[in-house]
């Protein structure tokens, strides 16, 4: 490894691209971290290395003129010994795409906040006549604190030039412009075109262009995706609108900018909080109706119990005046005038007076008492009646006033209850709004969490789902071994024996225990500090290792099968046969994950003790082939340019193949700087850098891919 580029200490590698590499640096001068990219020359033809070259200077000069929050700073641009190097800030923080590629998803408010920062750095770009064309979730980069960095403008375009403006497919094909894909003139709404892809899989969780290369291509050129809201129910249809437009094919159909594409973005999320105020408003309403219907029904509940009750007490006094009527009929003889009563005493008078002329005088005296006796008698019988009548037209009047003020009481039991009833009416309906609005806040507060949960949940599945096959894998794997141990003992054990687990299954090598001198000694030519010690390494068991590594067609398997989700670039030299490239250390662990599930045998990465050991075959030189290799043995540093397909150059005395050549292989090992205090059992080294992991062998420039290693149990 490098110690030093022009003033800068290089501390470690943090990253590989297909033009070269970046490093953790230190500038001495400053006392700061630094991230340093050296660009690899050789890998290059030298008719393509003028462009190149340009290309890379241009990086650092259309990065280093935007002066953003949202744009990563480049600090310095030089050359050491040939090789150019760009210095810029030390970011800590994770790719928006090793999120993505997790299956996070991302609440509304945070999305609309990442997109309008991208929005705001493109438009810086833009104005200073700078287009990205490689926007894609890897080049976002994610800071601790939650905001974001655009990097990697290293295939932008300045207007100025006219480098790399027509006949250059140049980008990532899933986040492409048609013209881009076309490899026709673009200009910054091809950049639009991206950001609006990856707003889509944001708002998602999906790509809107998947497939091979080709299909990818045929699909951004001429297949509308399915609406964001179809696949999201979560979100509005406002936000379809907007993505559509960013994503027209035709680029005088999208954004005329950056700054437009974040206003829209801004009027969807008003109109998103619009449409969950107007849910509130028509559920409030819903709520008010069904208030008011309910008045309605308790009003004509309480006028009907009013109208019975009074009903009632109609009845009632009309039953008691019959009563009394009735009573008085049997009780007392019809009222009569007290004219004929004084006219019959007048009778009595006169027939007394008639008496005394017409009866002997004896019986006067006794006529007239008895005649006195009639008087006071039928005096006495008239105050009798006029005593009744008297009585029964005060019982009348009373009997009436016990029937008004009953129908007043009635009456004011009326007001009182439609009174009652409205007061309570007016307060259940404040208690349903309350309610409705409590409840409507309470879901919009749980969204979030309740998205949150699923999401966990699931993850959480998946893992269990995961282990669980994991287990099981394990023991289908662990009985099929015992069993062919037991069937077949010599052909499972027997060095170079070649077979294959399953149909479709990379063909594998037995390779037998042993033990072997790890490392390159001081004296050897070019050997780098990070070589040694030297030290002595013993594998007690045997072992199987990948006869090739693993191809396009293999990880392809993978991916028709969903058992890999990212699907490689093959840099346009073609798949098959050939070794895949562009895939990262955690491609490669699912790689071997779903063929252990595939196969029902454990697979897994070599450790790098295993991986020196089947590569040396038995050897102590510097190579299997000797203290050199020719490139007629192997295909490294560049000697054609690109990979060959995997069996090209012969095997060496294990039966492996390219071992020294084509591309660099993944490791089990986390990264150590040296061999001092690593594992000397052949075990894979966990301890150290695991952010990154060591690959090993030789490439044609800096692709990685991987050979597979199976365990014998």
């Given at each position: ?320 005046t019959a009563r009394r009527k009735a009573e008085e009929t049997v009780a007392m003889p019809p009222a009569r005038s007290r004219k004929p009563v004084i006219a019959a005493l ?19 005296g006794k006529r007239m008492a008895d005649a006195e006796a009639a008087r006071v008698a039928a005096e006495s019988r008239a105050r009798e009646e006029t005593e009744k009548r ?13 029937r008004s003020k009953l129908e007043a009481d009635a009456a004011r039991r009326e007001a009182d209850a439609k009174r009652d009833a409205e007061l309570a009416a007016k307060v ?286």
């Open positions: 490894m490098l110690e030093k580029i022009g003033k800068y200490e290089i501390r470690k590698e943090i990253g590989r691209g297909a033009m070269g590499t970046v490093y953790e640096g230190f500038d001495p001068v400053i006392g700061r971290r630094v991230a340093v990219k050296t660009l690899r020359t050789e890998v290059f033809d030298p008719s393509q290395l003028p462009d190149v070259l340009e290309r890379f200077k241009r990086e650092a000069q259309s990065a280093g003129r935007l002066a953003h929050p949202h744009i990563i700073t480049i600090y310095d641009y030089g050359a050491e010994n040939g090789i150019p190097y760009i210095v810029m800030e030390f970011m800590t923080g994770t790719e928006l795409g090793v999120f993505l590629a997790r299956g996070s998803r991302f609440p509304l408010d945070e999305i609309v906040r990442l997109m309008t920062q991208l929005l705001a750095a493109l438009a810086v770009a833009h104005e200073n006549g700078v287009v990205h064309r490689d926007l894609k979730p890897a080049n976002m980069f994610l800071l601790q604190d939650g905001s974001l960095k655009v990097v990697d403008f290293g295939i932008a375009h300045v207007e100025a030039s006219d480098l790399t403006d027509t006949g250059m497919m140049l980008g990532t094909p899933a986040y492409m412009s048609p013209e881009q894909c076309l490899g026709t003139k673009v200009d910054h709404r091809s950049d639009l075109f991206s950001a609006g892809v990856i707003f889509y899989q944001l708002l998602t969780g999906d790509k809107p262009f998947t497939g091979s290369l080709t299909t990818i291509i045929q699909k951004v050129m001429r297949q509308e995706p399915l609406p964001p809201s179809e696949l999201n129910p979560m979100i509005s249809t406002a936000w379809d609108k907007v993505v559509a437009r960013a994503m027209a094919k035709k680029p005088e159909a999208r954004y005329e900018s950056a700054r437009q594409f974040s206003e829209a973005i801004k009027v969807a999320f008003q109109a998103d909080h619009a449409h969950e105020a107007e849910a509130q408003r028509k559920a409030a309403e819903a709520a008010e109706h069904a208030h008011r219907a309910a008045e309605e029904r308790s009003r004509a509940e309480a006028a009907r119990r009013i109208e019975e009750e009074r009903r009632e007490v109609e009845e009632k006094a009309r039953a008691e007048a009778v009595v008078a006169a027939l007394g007076v008639l008496a005394a002329v017409l009866f002997p005088r004896e019986d006067v008297t009585k029964a037209e005060a019982l009348a009047r009373e009997e009436g006033d016990k259940r309906a404040e208690e349903e709004a309350k309610k409705v609005v409590e409840e409507k806040t309470k879901v919009l507060a749980l969204k979030k969490d309740e998205l949150a949960a699923r999401l966990q949940a699931e993850s959480e599945a998946r893992r269990k789902a995961e282990e669980q096959a994991k287990k099981d894998a394990a023991e289908r794997a662990k009985a099929d071994a015992a069993k062919k141990v037991e069937e077949a003992p010599q052909a499972v054990t027997k060095p170079g024996t070649a077979f294959r687990d399953c149909d479709g299954c990379p063909e594998m090598v037995m390779i037998p225990a042993g033990n072997f001198l790890m490392g390159s000694p001081d004296s050897e030519a070019g050997r780098s500090s990070d070589e040694g010690p030297q030290h002595r390494v013993s594998i007690s068991r045997p072992f199987a290792a990948g006869k090739y590594e693993v191809t396009f067609d293999e990880w392809d398997a993978c991916v028709r099968e969903s058992g890999c989700s990212h699907n490689p670039s093959d840099q346009g030299w073609g798949r098959g046969k050939r070794p895949v490239i562009n895939v990262s250390w955690q491609d490669a662990k699912k790689f071997t994950e779903w063929l252990s599930r595939k196969s029902g045998k454990r697979y897994r990465l070599l450790t790098e003790a295993e991986w020196e050991y089947v590569a040396r075959a038995g050897t102590t030189t510097a190579y299997s082939t000797g203290a050199t290799i020719a490139t007629s043995q192997a295909n490294y540093s560049g000697n054609l340019g690109k990979t060959v397909a995997v069996g090209s150059y012969g095997p060496n005395a294990f039966g492996v193949h390219d071992v020294h050549g084509n591309v660099y292989e993944w490791t089990e090992d986390c990264w150590n700087a040296s061999y001092a205090g690593a594992p000397t059992n052949g075990s894979a080294w966990l301890s150290g850098d695991c952010s990154d992991r060591v690959s090993r062998g030789g490439s044609w420039s800096d692709g990685i891919g991987f050979r597979l290693a199976r365990t014998l149990e």
